[in-house]
C-alpha cells in the first residue's frame, strides 16, 4: 500500500510518499520520496511561531513541494489533522482534499502524536516485536505527555505537563540568552561544551514537581526561576560565555532529571515493556542518552525504542507511517465524515 502524507501542524511543511507492508511481526515501510521545507529561520525573525504567518507559509510552500510528487500513484492521502495550530492545520487539509479529489482516494486524517510515536518504533524501514505494554514519553515544542498504549492504537495519557512543555522551556530559556529560535538545539549545543570542559552552574534551577505522586510534570517555574537568576546576575551581558554554557548544562539536566523522575515513575505504574521517547527534543543527545541509561541499568526488561535523529523533528513520514500501520491493520479513517482541523486533538481519542 502507498500513501502520499501532509504535514503542516507548526512550522514545517512536509510531503512524503511511503510504502507499507504488514508482516507477521509488525510492518515495514519504504520512504519512496519526500520533502520538507521549515518555516524555522523565518520564526526566528519573530521569536516564535505565529499561526497565520505560519499558515501563509504553508499555502506558499505546499504547491512548490508538490511539483515533486504530482505523478505519484497512491492508495490514498493523509493529512495531519491535529493537534497543532488551526490555521496552520487546515492549509494541509484543504490542499490534502484536492489533491484526494482529483486522484478519487480516500483521505485519511492522522493525529500528530501518533505520528510521533508510530516512526519512532521504526528501526531500518521496520516496526518488529513490539512488546505491549507501551509506554511514551513525547516531548515536543507544543506537548510534554506520557502516554500509555496496551495494544496498537490504543492510548491513554497518564501524565502530561500543567503549563509549559520541554521544548517551550527549552526555547524560552534560550531566548533569555539570546539564541535564535528554536533555542533547543543551541541549548544543548552550550550544554554539551559546558560538561566538556566540566563547567559548573553557579545558578542553580528548581526540579519542578520531582516528588509529587504523579507522572505530571510542570516546567513555566524553570522558566521564571532562569529569568529571575538571570535579572539577579544583572542580565546575560554580565556573564561570560563560559558561565552561559554552564547554565544551559543546569537547564538542560534540570529538565533530563524531572523526565528521568517521571519516567521512572510511569513506568513502575505501567509495567511497560517497551519505551518510546519521541517528539522534537528527542534530538536531545543528553535527554537520549540519560534515558538510555536509565533503561539499561534500571529496567534491562524495557525495550528502548528512540526515532532516528532525521525524523525526530516534524515531517511527514511519520504522518504516512502512522496512516499505513492503521490502514494495513484494518482499520477504516474514512469512516469519521468530513476531515476537519482540531488543534487540541488527543491521542487517547
Ligand atoms: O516535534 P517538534 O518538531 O514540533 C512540535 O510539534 O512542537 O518539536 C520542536 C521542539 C522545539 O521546541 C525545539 O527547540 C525542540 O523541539 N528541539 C530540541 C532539540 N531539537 C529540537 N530541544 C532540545 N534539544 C534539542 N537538540
Ligand atoms: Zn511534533
Known amino acids: 500500500?502507498?500513501?502520499?502524507?501532509?504535514?503542516?501542524?507548526?512550522?514545517?511543511?512536509?510531503?512524503?510518499?511511503?510504502?507499507?507492508?504488514?508482516?507477521?511481526?509488525?510492518?515495514?515501510?519504504?520512504?519512496?520520496?519526500?520533502a520538507l521545507l521549515s518555516q524555522a529561520k523565518l520564526h526566528a525573525e519573530y521569536g516564535g511561531v505565529y499561526p497565520n504567518l505560519a499558515k501563509r507559509e504553508h499555502e506558499k510552500n505546499l504547491p512548490i513541494l508538490i511539483k515533486k510528487f504530482e505523478h505519484?500513484?497512491?492508495d490514498a492521502v493523509a493529512v495531519t489533522h491535529g493537534p497543532g495550530l488551526e490555521p496552520a492545520l487546515w492549509t494541509g487539509i484543504e490542499f490534502a482534499k484536492k489533491l484526494a479529489e482529483k486522484w478519487q482516494k480516500p483521505l485519511l486524517p492522522v493525529n500528530h502524536m501518533e505520528g510521533h510515536i508510530i516512526s519512532s518504533l521504526v528501526k531500518k524501514g521496520e516496526i518488529r516485536d513490539v512488546r505491549f505494554p507501551l509506554l511514551a514519553l513525547l516531548v515536543s515544542g507544543g506537548h510534554t505527555e506520557f502516554v500509555v498504549s496496551g495494544d496498537w492504537f490504543k492510548y491513554r495519557i497518564i501524565g502530561k505537563t500543567l503549563d509549559?512543555?520541554?521544548?517551550?522551556?527549552?526555547?524560552?530559556?534560550?531566548?533569555?540568552?539570546g539564541f535564535s529560535y528554536p533555542g533547543g538545539p543551541e541549548i544543548s549545543k552550550y550544554a554539551h561544551l559546558a560538561r566538556q570542559k566540566k563547567l559548573i552552574s553557579t545558578i542553580k534551577l528548581p526540579r519542578?514537581?520531582?516528588?509529587?505522586?504523579?507522572?505530571?510534570?510542570?516546567?513555566?517555574?524553570?522558566?521564571?526561576?532562569?529569568?529571575?537568576?538571570?535579572?539577579?546576575?544583572?542580565?546575560?551581558?554580565?556573564?561570560?560565555?563560559?558561565?552561559?554554557?554552564?547554565?544551559?548544562?543546569?537547564?538542560?539536566?534540570?529538565?533530563?532529571d524531572v523526565c528521568i523522575a517521571k519516567t521512572r515513575r510511569a513506568l513502575e505504574e505501567t509495567g511497560a515493556r517497551t519505551f518510546v521517547l519521541g517528539g522534537g527534543v528527542a534530538a536531545n543527545a543528553f535527554l537520549r542518552e540519560s534515558l538510555a541509561q536509565v533503561i539499561k541499568n534500571e529496567y534491562p526488561e524495557v525495550n528502548f525504542r528512540l526515532p532516528e535523529l532525521s525524523i525526530t523533528g516534524d515531517n511527514a513520514i511519520m504522518i504516512a507511517e502512522a496512516a499505513l500501520a492503521r490502514a494495513l491493520a484494518g482499520i477504516d479513517d474514512t469512516k469519521t465524515g468530513e476531515v476537519r482541523a482540531v488543534g487540541n486533538l488527543s491521542i487517547a481519542g
Open 164 to 177: 509549559d512543555a520541554v521544548g517551550e522551556a527549552f526555547d524560552k530559556v534560550a531566548r533569555m540568552l
Open 72 to 74: 505519484a500513484e497512491v
Open 208 to 256: 519542578p514537581m520531582l516528588y509529587t505522586d504523579n507522572c505530571d510534570v510542570s516546567f513555566s517555574g524553570l522558566k521564571t526561576a532562569a529569568l529571575y537568576a538571570l535579572r539577579d546576575r544583572g542580565g546575560i551581558q554580565k556573564l561570560s560565555s563560559d558561565e552561559i554554557a554552564a547554565f544551559a548544562a543546569e537547564l538542560e539536566d534540570a529538565i533530563t
Open 1 to 34: 500500500m502507498r500513501i502520499l502524507s501532509i504535514e503542516t501542524s507548526c512550522d514545517e511543511t512536509g510531503i512524503a510518499i511511503v510504502e507499507g507492508e504488514k508482516t507477521a511481526s509488525g510492518f515495514t515501510f519504504n520512504v519512496i520520496e519526500h
